[in-house]
């Protein structure tokens, strides 16, 4: 994978990644955004895209069960604050190849918020 797409992406977002985020604004973020794909709690399970219980800290493309891209497995990426801000933002960029068909995310709070709940939900 070529890591200049998401260097660049990360330089020029990094207040994205220290934002402080709102828990509860996050999950109506999640539910008009990735809830018709991924689920997350304890009845979590795969649907069109992965669950997200434990994301943040777990290797990109690794949830037992699911079928992740050839990409998104090989990408080397572990979920932190930072890679999962720049991936939701603009997943393609990130991740070329992706099977994340997903616009992106593209207003800083929206994805502060969301990471926020995440966390919240692990």
């Given at each position: 994978m070529n890591?200049?797409?998401?260097?660049?992406?990360?330089?020029?977002?990094?207040?994205l990644a220290r934002a402080d985020g709102d828990a509860a604004a996050g999950q109506v973020v999640f539910e008009k955004t990735c809830k018709g794909?991924?689920?997350?709690?304890r009845a979590a399970q795969h649907a069109f895209g992965p669950e997200l219980n434990g994301l943040i800290g777990r290797k990109a493309g690794t949830t037992a069960g699911y079928k992740y891209s050839d990409?998104?497995?090989?990408?080397?990426?572990?979920?932190?604050d930072t890679s999962l801000a720049a991936f939701v933002a603009a997943p393609t960029d990130v991740v070329p190849g992706t099977r994340m068909h997903f616009?992106?995310?593209?207003?800083?709070?929206?994805?502060?918020?969301?990471l926020a709940w995440l966390k919240a939900n692990p």
């Open positions: 890591a200049w797409p998401l260097f660049l992406l990360l330089a020029a977002l990094p207040t794909c991924h689920t997350i709690g990409e998104m497995q090989a990408s080397g990426i572990v979920w932190s616009w992106g995310l593209s207003d800083p709070q929206k994805v502060a918020d969301l």
